[in-house]
């Protein structure tokens, strides 16, 4: 059974007389475990597909399962929970609060749990092990402005862990990082893959990015150009 399934997914935008097809009848299945690059040139439906995935946007037809639920037309509550309680998002620009430290921003998603209080303990103990998860252990206490730009981003895929998602969605996560720190992050990538089967999709449009991924998905002009399994992956040390 796939996590994610979707089917003849269209996404339209309507500009005045102009339709824009963003996602033209796309299907696509991921299954437990798959760390899945999607790759293509700017324009070609890159990022629609993951504000669909991610619950941020609604399709034009077709439908989204997750997990077996079709997700692709709840209501704004349901929306909410679907995306609090099943995906961790993880962004370019790394969206840490700037005057807090690591261990309180990575505490964040439960301190706004929809399904009840967590208590302060566990909050904490939680956030521990997801930053030594991301190897991020003794820099608890530092504020994103003592940390480098992988280890900050390294930190927002600690906070993303945090209730446990079905998936993990990146968009263009290595952006703003120089090719060192890229590896570092790519690195957590494979390792949370590998060591506890995380199902990843990583939006990127770097062909070495997408090099990480355990298959490889490229898109043009909002279709599925190609869907490969990346045999020889390449490997963050
Ligand atoms: P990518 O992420 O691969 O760069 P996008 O999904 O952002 O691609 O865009 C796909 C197409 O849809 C592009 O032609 C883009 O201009 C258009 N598009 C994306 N979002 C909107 C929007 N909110 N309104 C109108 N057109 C949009
Ligand atoms: P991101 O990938 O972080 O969403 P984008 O630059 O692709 O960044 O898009 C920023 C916002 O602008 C998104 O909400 C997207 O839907 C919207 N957008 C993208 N392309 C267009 C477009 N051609 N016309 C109107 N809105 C667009």
């Known amino acids: 059974e796939p996590v994610i399934s979707i089917r003849n997914l269209t996404k339209t935008y309507q500009m005045g007389d102009i339709s ?10 991921i299954h437990e475990g798959e760390f ?9 439906g890159k990022s629609t597909l993951m504000h669909i995935l991610g619950c941020l946007d609604q399709p034009t037809s077709g439908q989204y399962f997750l997990n077996n639920k079709d997700v692709s037309h709840l209501s704004d509550d349901e929306v909410s929970r679907v995306r609090n309680q099943q995906i961790g998002f993880v962004f370019q620009g790394f969206n840490l609060l700037t005057r807090t430290s690591a261990l ?4 964040l998603p439960l301190l706004y749990n929809p399904d009840g209080a967590v208590s302060a303990a566990e909050r ?3 956030a521990m092990a997801a930053l030594a998860a991301v190897g991020l252990k003794g820099r608890e206490h530092h504020h994103p402005n003592q940390l480098s730009g992988g280890q900050q981003q390294r930190v927002a895929i ?17 952006g703003n990082l120089d090719s060192r720190t890229s590896v570092e992050v790519m690195n957590i990538f494979q390792k949370l893959k590998d060591e506890r089967g995380i199902t990843i999709v990583l939006i990127t449009h770097e ?4 090099a990480y991924g355990s298959r490889i998905v490229s898109f043009k002009d909002g279709q599925i150009l190609s869907d490969v399994a990346n045999e020889s992956r390449r490997i963050a040390l």
């Open 104 to 107: 309180e921003n990575v505490e």
């Open 124 to 126: 904490k103990s939680r």
């Open 36 to 44: 899945v690059s999607v790759i293509g040139p700017s324009g070609s």
């Open 207 to 210: 062909h070495d990015v997408a």
């Open 158 to 174: 600690a906070r993303a862990l945090l209730n446990n998602p079905t998936m993990l969605l990146a968009d263009e996560p290595t």
């Open 20 to 29: 824009v097809h963003a996602l033209r009848s796309i299907s696509l299945d």
